[in-house]
T-cell receptor, first 115, second 111 residues
Framework: GAGVSQSPSNKVTEKGKDVELRCDPISGHTALYWYRQSLGQGLEFLIYFQGNSAPDKSGLPSDRFSAERTGGSVSTLTIQRTQQEDSAVYLC?????????????FGPGTRLLVL | DQQVKQNSPSLSVQEGRISILNCDYTNSMFDYFLWYKKYPAEGPTFLISISSIKDKNEDGRFTVFLNKSAKHLSLHIVPSQPGDSAVYFCAASLNAGKSTFGDGTTLTVKP
């Protein structure tokens, strides 16, 4: 498909384990965003990529969270030593370029449950 | 401190009537505002946006109004349809498209 895809769609893990979440943006989109939505909450910004660099990492909640993007395309969000409070839906979005007026297209999200 | 607030967690409207969803923000530096719609188990989809230089933007049944002095925006849907039932998120953008989202309002349109 031509949309943003994310994998896995669901992930259940045990507290203390590491998880990797993947995002495939729309082909050609240079800007990529990661958000997190906890139960009953709005979307919380985590990190933004322009190409392979991350000008804004201000939303990462702790040093257990990291993200990378390679080839200006696929991005992975890694959570080390997961905690129960990390349970949330992790959403990825891409846009043709960063900036106002550039619509962000969201993937379906990865539902992470940390037991 | 939550910078974007949607104070109504839910709204129920009869089909054919107007739905009005409200959003307040605190950061006067925000200069671009968006509304997203989200169905269960799907990612949000862009609905409509407005730049801070405007006070109204209309797209079909959807109109967004911005009152900068009150730091308030609203989304009007008229006429409302059952397929509009979803969670609506208000978002405000400062730069580079990074958006700050409200907690969402669940709209139910009853047939």
């Amino acid at each position: 498909g031509a949309g943003v895809s994310q994998s896995p769609s669901n992930k259940v893990t045990e507290k203390g384990k590491d998880v990797e979440l993947r995002c495939d943006p729309i082909s050609g989109h240079t800007a990529l965003y990661w958000y997190r939505q906890s139960l009953g909450q709005g979307l919380e910004f985590l990190i933004y990529f322009q190409g392979n660099s991350a000008p804004d990492k201000s939303g990462l909640p702790s040093d257990r969270f990291s993200a990378e993007r390679t080839g200006g395309s696929v991005s992975t969000l890694t959570i080390q030593r997961t905690q129960q409070e990390d349970s949330a839906v992790y959403l990825c979005a891409s846009s043709s370029e960063p900036g106002q007026g550039k619509t962000q297209y969201f993937g379906p999200g990865t539902r992470l449950l940390v037991l | 401190d939550q910078q974007v607030k949607q104070n109504s967690p839910s709204l129920s409207v009869q089909e054919g009537r107007i739905s009005i969803l409200n959003c307040d923000y605190t950061n006067s530096m925000f200069d671009y505002f968006l509304w997203y719609k989200k169905y269960p188990a799907e990612g949000p989809t862009f609905l409509i946006s407005i730049s801070s230089i405007k006070d109204k933007n209309e797209d079909g049944r959807f109109t967004v109004f911005l009152n900068k002095s009150a730091k308030h925006l609203s989304l009007h849907i008229v006429p409302s349809q059952p397929g509009d039932s979803a969670v609506y998120f208000c978002a405000a953008s400062l730069n580079a498209g990074k958006s700050t989202f409200g907690d969402g309002t669940t709209l139910t349109v009853k047939p």
